[in-house]
Structure formats: structure tokens, C-alpha cells
């Protein structure tokens, strides 16, 4: 079923308000409202004593405006009580600063302290409701690692790192050869001495910095399992979600693990936030949605839908009349099942003071709230659709992880770079999946895999096969040139171990900075190359670019080449777009 709903924070504004306000929710085509979700506060106002009779009531008065309940667990803000006598449950930054108690996600999802106290709420929460027909489905926190909460070093965080890297490496010499200790005298006698890896004046190991990536990725996924398992342990029969925002593919942990706990994943859909002078691009835009389609690779929620004019200190852009509409219809061609607009009203008070929603502080009913009502009129005339693309851009935690820690160049930008290649497939109106590496991508016709520098000698396997069957692959520059410690590989060739299936070997290197770019050549036309250059040899593929005076020699910047029943193409660079375009063409003519 579709719902279609509002943010509703009636803890803002008193219940005297709620009434009229749900008639004028159902007015406006609206038959769900998302609630509680900053109200940690209103249901826990001291600490083990639980009070539902504000929102006992909300939800009374839905039922009888025939509103369903989307209830969130709110663990994304803590109230007074929980800081004042723990205040150990904080975030630290690589300064040793704690997060000030006040600000949102101030605490550490690592902490054990946090989550129990977390866990205990969304236990309480879940028995009160589990027999609450008017609830349909349940969120739990709200946007993990956003606002830089992803990154944590306090002492909890590196009392577990330490465990961590026990059970995963047993024996600290093994430890020690892998990670290459022996250079700067970092070799370890004991787990504990192994730093988190705060900056200092040289950057840490590699080696290192991918293990604390690594971890992060485990605790934010651990966190939200625990507050999933929670919930379920009184309430089987509402599924569960949490709301992953926009900027989630640049964070210290993957989206898709995280998402593993969840019955659908939801998202939070802002084409524009404070101080943007410019909302996304379509291309841009529509990335966003179809990588959040892709953490479980199902149809989906949107949370939070942009309406009116967003930001906490700077604001910039304002949507303009009928784009927020158009918006939140194009998601819905994306998988979008249900869609909520953030926020019903505005609240004059906080620091979301200029987080404007659909009706405004002077309480009128002006242009936001009929291009709601008319985009609820379109939405319940369109179906529910879960796209399904032939073609896939593979996501690699790792891989990404390790060009954040090693960017090489400063102008590399994994997420623009994905959506490069995303946009080629987008302006052809050709569906495309954004599918974790570890899963099967052997159904789709062409797999993208931007810098994937990390490859495990099975991922080789599987890649080989699937074009050894008839798939077509693209590489880009950095692809295979790492083993899963992150480090570079003795006595091998780039890319390591894939020389046959792309039918080239990168000869030479070289990173292009800001203002950079290498002249090429394809059948003729003039281009470039930015970010990297690497200079193709090849072994038995073709070159279908060259770079054009170069001083190094006559090398290729893309080769295509024939394997099994299908084609690998490794590029030695982020070409311009006329170039990347002309470059689609060719390729796309063996889909017929």
C-alpha cells in the first residue's frame, strides 16, 4: 500500500493545535503522519520513568481523522537527564573533543552505555504499541553518521577497536606483517598499543586506517541491528526502517551493511540544503535515489521530501514553484513506495528555525500547501514500481574507503565520479542499479566498478567469470591495484592479476591536480583526460582512446578487449564528458 504523508511534530506546538491540524492533513490528501521522532524527552522525562500519554492521544485523535502512524524511536537526540550523568556517552573528535551536550547526534553509536540506554527506549516504546493498529511501521534513530557522527574517538571507541582487531587478527605478528609495521618503527608487542588513527603531522598506516574504516562500518551496522532487534523482540508484526540521508554514500561505513537489519530502507530525499546557491542536477538527483533503492534493492520510502526552504544557519536555495512537486513524483518512478513531506509546519523556535515546511510560521494555507495536495492527487493515481535495470554501477566499501584515505589526486571525488558514469546511463533513460560488490551482479549486461583499487582474489574470479560469460565490464584508473590490506602488491603488474581480461598493463602513472588535464584522441576527436592518467600497454586488447602527445611515449587511454563471451574495457582515466559519451555509444551498440 502507498502512503503518503506529513513530518508532524505536535510536542512543538501543544496539543491545542492537533485537531485542526489533522483535519487539515487529511484535507490535503495526506492518510499517514510520522511521529516522535526528536521526542526521546516526552517518553522518557527522567531516567527509567516512561510516559505515553502525550502521543497515546496524538495517535487517538489520527485514528479518528483515519490517519495511519509511521512511529519513530528517538535516539537521534537524548534528553538532559541522560547527558547529565553520562556524559561519557559523547562523540570525540580526532582533537579530543567532546560534542556538547544540545546539538543533534551529539553521542557515539559505539557506546555501549548509549546503546543500552537506546535499546531500553526502543523496548519500552515497542511493548506500549505492539497491539496499535494505527501504527504501520516503525523508524528507529534518524540519518546514522550524518553531520560528521560517523567518526568517533573516544575511549569506548578505542577500547573496542582493540577487540576488535584481536578477534580479527589473533596474532599480533601476523598483525604486524600484514600492516608492514616494520616501517617508522611501528611494529606492535601487544593489540593495545595500536593507535586509532587521529591526523597527525604525517598520515597513519594504510593498513590502519582501513581496519578503523572497517570497524566504523561494523559499529554503525551493530548499532542499528541492536535498535532493530529491539523492536522486534515486542512487535513482529510492523516492520521496521531507518531514514539514511543524502549525503551517505561519503561516510565512514556502508549504507548497504547498515541496511541489512531493516524490512525496507527509508530515505531522506533534499535535493538542496542550507547555503547550496543550486539544487542537484536531474542526473545528480536521481543517483541519490536509485543508490538508496539499491542498499536492499527493493522498493522503498521517502521520509523526508523537500517542501519548503531548508537550512539551520545559512539557507540559499528556495525550491520553486511545482519543483519539489516534480521531485517527489520523479522518486516515485524510482521505487519510491510511500513519500512523506518534511515538514508539516515549520516551528518558530530551535535551531530548525529556517527548516521551512509546508505551511509557514504565519499558519496560512498558500502555494506549498496546494502543490502538496496536488502532488497527493498525482501520487495516488501512479503505481507502485520497483525498477529493475540491465545494467549496474557496483559499490565497494572498501575500495572507496581506501581512495578517502589515499585520494591521490585533489580533485578525486568517488561520488562524482560514480555519477559521471550513472549519468550516462541516465540520459539514455536507461534504469540503472547501484548493487553492493558482494552481491550477485551476474544478471546485469554491463557492471561499471569505479575505482575499485581493493580486489580479493575471489572477487577476481567472479568478475572474470561474469564476462567470460557474456557480461561487459568497465574499469576505471586504480582498478585492482591493492590487496585487501590496502597495500600495493609485490612483483605484479597493474592492474594486479587482470592484465588478460583487460588486455593492457599500466606502463606508466601519473595524478592530475585541480586546473589539470592530459590531452586524447578517439577515431579523430580532441579530448582529455583529468584526475588520473595512466598509460596503457597493451597485451592483446585494442586501444579505442590514445593520449595525444604524450611525453612519455604512444600509450592507449582506453582499451577494449574481447574475453569469453564478453568485453572488458579498462579506461586510464576520467575523460571529459564528450569523450565518456562517445565512448557509451560504442559500448551500448553490443546491447543491441
Given amino acids: 500500500m502507498r502512503y503518503l504523508g506529513v513530518d508532524y511534530y505536535p510536542e512543538q506546538w501543544g496539543m491545542e493545535l492537533v485537531d485542526r491540524d489533522l483535519s487539515d492533513i487529511v484535507t490535503l490528501g495526506a492518510n499517514l503522519i510520522r511521529i516522535g521522532d526528536f521526542a526521546w524527552d516526552r517518553f522518557e522525562p527522567s531516567e527509567g520513568e516512561y510516559d505515553f500519554s502525550f502521543f497515546d492521544e496524538v495517535i487517538a485523535k489520527a485514528e479518528r481523522h483515519g490517519l495511519k502512524v509511521m512511529m519513530c524511536v528517538p535516539t537521534a537526540t537524548m534528553p538532559s537527564w541522560l547527558y547529565e550523568k553520562y556524559p561519557e556517552v559523547m562523540n570525540v573528535d580526532e582533537k579530543g573533543y567532546a560534542q556538547p551536550y544540545g546539538a543533534r547526534r551529539g553521542y557515539c553509536y559505539g557506546n555501549e552505555l548509549y546503546i543500552k540506554k537506546a535499546v531500553a527506549l526502543a523496548e519500552k516504546l515497542a511493548d506500549h504499541y505492539k497491539d496499535c493498529e494505527t501504527i504501520v511501521a516503525w523508524q528507529v534513530d534518524n540519518e546514522i553518521g550524518h553531520e560528521g557522527s560517523d567518526v568517533c574517538y573516544c575511549k569506548s571507541c578505542e577500547k573496542r577497536f582493540v577487540s576488535y582487531l584481536k578477534e580479527k587478527y589473533r596474532d599480533i605478528d601476523e598483525l604486524n606483517r600484514r600492516w608492514g609495521t616494520a616501517f617508522w618503527a611501528q611494529t606492535y608487542s601487544e593489540f593495545k598499543q595500536i593507535p586509532l588513527p587521529r591526523p597527525g603531522f604525517t598520515p597513519h598506516n594504510p593498513s590502519l586506517r582501513l581496519e578503523y574504516a572497517r570497524f566504523r562500518d561494523q559499529i554503525a551496522a551493530g548499532y542499528i541491528k541492536a535498535l532493530v532487534d529491539a523492536v522486534k523482540r515486542y512487535d513482529q508484526k510492523h516492520p521496521v526502517t531507518h531514514d539514511f540521508e543524502g549525503?551517505?554514500?561519503?561516510?565512514?561505513?556502508?549504507?548497504?551493511?547498515?541496511?541489512?537489519?531493516?524490512?525496507?530502507?527509508?530515505?531522506?530525499?533534499?535535493?538542496?540544503?542550507?547555503?547550496?546557491?543550486?539544487?542537484?542536477?536531474?542526473?545528480?538527483?536521481?543517483?541519490?535515489?536509485?543508490?538508496?533503492?539499491?542498499?536492499?534493492?527493493?522498493?522503498?520510502?521517502?521520509?523526508?521530501?523537500?517542501?519548503?526552504?531548508?537550512?539551520?544557519?545559512?539557507?540559499?536555495?528556495?525550491?520553486?514553484?511545482?519543483?519539489?512537486?516534480?521531485?517527489?513524483?520523479?522518486?516515485?518512478?524510482?521505487?519510491?513506495?510511500?513519500?512523506?513531506?518534511?515538514?508539516?509546519?515549520?516551528?518558530?523556535?530551535?535551531?530548525?528555525?529556517?527548516?521551512?515546511?509546508?505551511?509557514?510560521?504565519?499558519?496560512?494555507?498558500?502555494?506549498?500547501?496546494?502543490?502538496?495536495?496536488?502532488?497527493?492527487?498525482?501520487?495516488?493515481?501512479?503505481?507502485?514500481?520497483?525498477?529493475?535495470?540491465?545494467?549496474?554501477?557496483?559499490?565497494?566499501?572498501?575500495?572507496?574507503?581506501?581512495?578517502?584515505?589515499?585520494?591521490?589526486?585533489?580533485?578525486?571525488?568517488?561520488?562524482?565520479?560514480?555519477?559521471?558514469?550513472?549519468?550516462?546511463?541516465?540520459?539514455?533513460?536507461?534504469?540503472?542499479?547501484?548493487?553492493?560488490?558482494?552481491?550477485?551482479?551476474?544478471?546485469?549486461?554491463?557492471?561499471?566498478?569505479?575505482?575499485?583499487i581493493i580486489m580479493s582474489d575471489g572477487f577476481k574470479k567472479r568478475l572474470k567469470d561474469y564476462v567470460s560469460n557474456g557480461g561487459i565490464v568497465i574499469l576505471t584508473p586504480r582498478s585492482a591495484w591493492k590487496d585487501t590490506d590496502n597495500n600495493l602488491v609485490f612483483g605484479k603488474r597493474l592492474p594486479v592479476d587482470l592484465d588478460d581480461l583487460c588486455g593492457c598493463v599500466i606502463e606508466e602513472h601519473e595524478s592530475l591536480l585541480e586546473g589539470q588535464s592530459a590531452p586524447c584522441d578517439h577515431q579523430g576527436a580532441e579530448g582529455c583526460g583529468t584526475v588520473f592518467e595512466e598509460l596503457l600497454r597493451l597485451t592483446g586488447g585494442d586501444a579505442l582512446i590514445s593520449w595525444k602527445d604524450n611525453p612519455y611515449g604512444d600509450y592507449a587511454a582506453a582499451v577494449e578487449n574481447h574475453y569469453g563471451r564478453g568485453w572488458s574495457y579498462y579506461l586510464g582515466t576520467s575523460f571529459d564528458e564528450d569523450t565518456l559519451t562517445a565512448l557509451f555509444d560504442h559500448i551500448l551498440k553490443k546491447l543491441g
Fill in 247 to 452: 549525503g551517505i554514500i561519503n561516510k565512514t561505513f556502508s549504507p548497504f551493511h547498515a541496511a541489512e537489519a531493516l524490512d525496507f530502507v527509508s530515505y531522506n530525499n533534499y535535493p538542496v540544503w542550507g547555503g547550496q546557491k543550486a539544487p542537484l542536477s536531474e542526473a545528480e538527483l536521481a543517483f541519490s535515489v536509485d543508490f538508496a533503492r539499491g542498499f536492499k534493492g527493493e522498493k522503498f520510502w521517502v521520509t523526508e521530501s523537500i517542501m519548503g526552504q531548508q537550512g539551520h544557519n545559512d539557507i540559499g536555495y528556495a525550491p520553486k514553484p511545482g519543483e519539489a512537486e516534480n521531485w517527489a513524483l520523479s522518486s516515485l518512478d524510482q521505487g519510491v513506495e510511500s513519500l512523506i513531506f518534511f515538514r508539516y509546519r515549520g516551528f518558530t523556535k530551535g535551531a530548525e528555525q529556517f527548516c521551512f515546511g509546508i505551511l509557514d510560521a504565519d499558519n496560512e494555507k498558500r502555494r506549498k500547501y496546494f502543490e502538496t495536495m496536488d502532488f497527493f492527487k498525482k501520487a495516488k493515481l501512479k503505481p507502485v514500481v520497483e525498477p529493475k535495470g540491465e545494467v549496474c554501477i557496483l559499490y565497494d566499501y572498501d575500495s572507496k574507503s581506501s581512495m578517502s584515505i589515499q585520494r591521490q589526486s585533489d580533485v578525486f571525488s568517488y561520488e562524482k565520479e560514480c555519477v559521471k558514469f550513472y549519468t550516462q546511463f541516465h540520459k539514455r533513460k536507461m534504469v540503472c542499479d547501484i548493487v553492493d560488490s558482494s552481491r550477485d551482479f551476474s544478471g546485469y549486461r554491463i557492471a561499471v566498478l569505479p575505482y575499485m
